[in-house]
């Protein structure tokens, strides 16, 4: 592994992954703030700095910024997370300083002028509104609530209509300058790349931002509950979450795998019962969600009204018979899914650099690949069989349903089966 990695005085981390062979680059700023760092009244605050970042700077106007870029070929982007924002740009590698200095500009210049802030607050309310009118985008942010209840782990990444509306710009000005810190940023690169040169313009253009700030974030507390709302749709969906663990849980790679062979492909246990054997969906997967201290492990099914009931028993049977009869083939096609995933990321210059970004951000290095493969082939089949039985047993699950929902079971009913 080629990977460097240097840190400038301020704390602001700059990670390097070259690869010779490529004419292009990948470069961004990782920066752990995001949802889970915004008290109630700042919900959806993180994403608003986001789309306002593109927006104007002391010495680029929004169009600048998009002409600037696009004018050698290249493009810019970004999202918000619930611990992180990133902003990341795709080059030419000639063209690696000028992406690298207009991240910089955005990041600690923007002036978040007051007529381009009272357009994209419009934007992020039909974003909002269009995730509301996208119901199998929309359950998860209802799981997530219900799971996390008052708590900023819980609370939408868009935030509310009325929320983004009263957001002024000495507020998201004064976020950004609290927030965007120095220790908590990660500049990260792969592709035609040099270290020492990412460097030189790290310390040209990050240099003067602050070595301290607020990184606080409210601590997790998992609940459980259900969700309900009867809608005109065709289908019901339908999600059934449990806690988690966090990435640094001795059980990560565990639970990678646990999910895989539930719910992760084709040959998955899920799909396979619920919809290649039974008919009862069309769409059915599982996936883990893990944080710096805690984490959520969700399933996702979307079916008919006179099939949610036997679907939600069916779903529940699966997730506990995992606790006793989990196979070694399953075990063995989950990790070759997974390493498969893993290794197929390595030929992306962006994937790449967003891994080692976050890599950075969670356990403060750069795992190797080799490594990561190691702790994967190590996983066996009785820490899937004591994890199962760790994750489904003796918990409060959390449900959340839309759609035609008459004739899902009582959430007592089902959360008794967790018992």
Sequence with gaps: MNVKVSTLKNGLRIVSDPMPSLETAAVGVWVATGARHETESENGISHVLEHMAFK??????????????????GHLNAYTSRDQTAYFARTLKADVPLAVDILGDILHNSVFDENELAREKEVIVQEIGQTFDTPDDIIFDHLQETAFP???LGRSILGTASGVRGFQRDVI?????????????????????????????????????????????????????????????????????????????????????????????????????????RG???????????????????????????????????????????????????????????????????????????????QMQIYGRVLPAAEIVERIEAV?????????????TGVTPTIAAMGPIGKLDDFDKIAARFS
Excluded: W
Excluded at 382 to 392: H, I, N
């Design 380 to 392: 066996s089949v009785a820490q899937v069989k004591q994890l199962a039985g760790r994750l489904f």
């Design 56 to 73: 104007g700077t002391a010495s680029r106007s929004a169009l600048d910024i998009a002409e600037s870029i696009e004018a050698v070929g």
């Design 173 to 277: 000005d004064g976020y950004m300058k609290s927030h965007y810190q120095a220790p908590g940023m990660v500049l990260s690169a792969s592709g035609g790349i040099d270290h020492e040169e990412l460097v030189g313009l790290a310390e040209h253009v990050f240099e003067t931002f602050p070595a301290t700030g607020d990184a606080s974030m409210e601590a997790a507390h998992y609940e459980g509950g259900e969700y309900r709302e009867e809608r005109d749709l065709e289908q019901v969906h339908y999600a059934l979450s449990v806690p988690g663990i966090s990435y640094h849980d001795d059980d990560f790679y565990s639970m990678q795998i646990l999910s895989g062979l539930l719910g992760g492909g084709m040959s998955s246990r899920l799909f396979q019962e619920l919809r290649e054997q």
């Design 150 to 152: 008052n708590q900023a």
């Design 280 to 358: 009862l969906c069309y769409s059915v997967f599982s996936f883990a969600s893990s944080f710096d201290d805690s984490g959520i492990f969700t399933v996702y099914a979307g079916t008919g009204e006179e099939q949610i009931s036997e679907l939600s028993s069916v779903l529940v049977d699966e997730l506990l018979r995992t606790a006793s009869d989990v196979t070694g083939s399953e075990v063995e096609r989950a990790k070759a899914q997974h390493k498969a995933a893993l290794l197929m990321g390595q030929e992306s210059p962006a994937a790449r650099s967003e891994v080692h970004a976050r």
